[in-house]
């Protein structure tokens, strides 16, 4: 195991860049913080290049990092850590993954489509709670948070593990998911939206989620096939969009 004990050394200045969306863009790569995550990494054979870890984390995980590559183990001193976490108190171990390649989709199964979505909570939270109920996958349209920004990541929980996440236009998305024979609801609430609850079920589908200011685009509800609303009986004007997708993809799936 080789150790790196101060913040000056080159390499942790170059993964310090990684904080910024432009330098993981640029090498491809991204930084993972928390045993929970990385673990999921590992299970769903993401390309981990590096571990780095403290002597806290030594303490809780070595019997787990004891079955790692030792070249790809580093340990570092608290100062190290504390340089690459962005959490107030590192857990003591972090992750450099490198980004893989988009796969080739047939949109099959049951689509989250985000547009726009620029808070990373809500971002990492639809995406998790896609997972949790089955959902096929998840579409980023522009605009929409970085999914390797460290709050997606820590709201997504591995998610990112189990189901594909592509970034694509949504008006060809939607046009490739229509070809595909797939219904496609927007979410507005207006005089021709249809109510979640008279909704029928099918098993290809896609859901629209849209800015939590603005809601979803105008051009991109001309091309759905229906819109969809929340029936509410309290006074609040609104749901949270992470929160509203829960309910739609829960009574959707």
Do not use: C
Request: net charge negative.
């Amino acid at each position: 195991m080789k150790e790196i004990l101060s913040v000056k050394n080159q390499w942790i200045k170059e993964l310090k860049k990684y904080q910024k969306r432009k330098y993981r863009q640029l090498d491809q790569k991204y930084l993972l913080e928390g045993f929970h995550l990385i673990e999921e990494a590992v299970k769903g054979q993401a390309p981990v290049e590096a571990i780095l870890v403290t002597q806290r984390g030594m303490s809780e995980w070595g019997s787990w990092l004891a079955e790692f590559p030792e070249e790809k183990l580093y340990f570092v001193s608290d100062e190290v850590m504390k340089q690459l976490s962005e959490l107030p108190t590192p857990q003591g171990i972090l992750a450099v993954v490198a980004m893989t390649n988009q796969a080739e989709i047939t949109f099959a199964g049951k689509w989250l489509l985000l547009d726009n979505v620029q808070d990373p909570g809500n971002v990492g939270t639809m995406i998790r709670t896609a997972d949790i109920f089955g959902f096929t996958g998840v579409v980023l349209g522009e605009g929409t948070a970085d999914i390797y920004n460290p709050k997606v990541l820590r709201s997504m929980q591995g998610s990112q593990f189990h189901l594909p996440i592509i970034q694509k236009d949504l008006q060809t998305a939607i046009k490739e998911l229509k070809a595909f024979g797939s219904l496609v609801y927007g979410t507005e609430l207006n005089e021709e939206a249809v109510a979640l609850n008279a909704i029928n079920k099918t098993t290809n589908l896609a859901l629209i989620m849209g800015n939590e200011g603005q809601g979803v685009q105008k051009e991109l509800l001309t091309l759905t096939d229906k819109n969809i609303y929340i029936p509410i009986k309290g006074q609040a004007e609104s749901l949270n969009v992470a929160i509203a997708a829960g309910i739609l993809m829960y009574e959707l799936a």
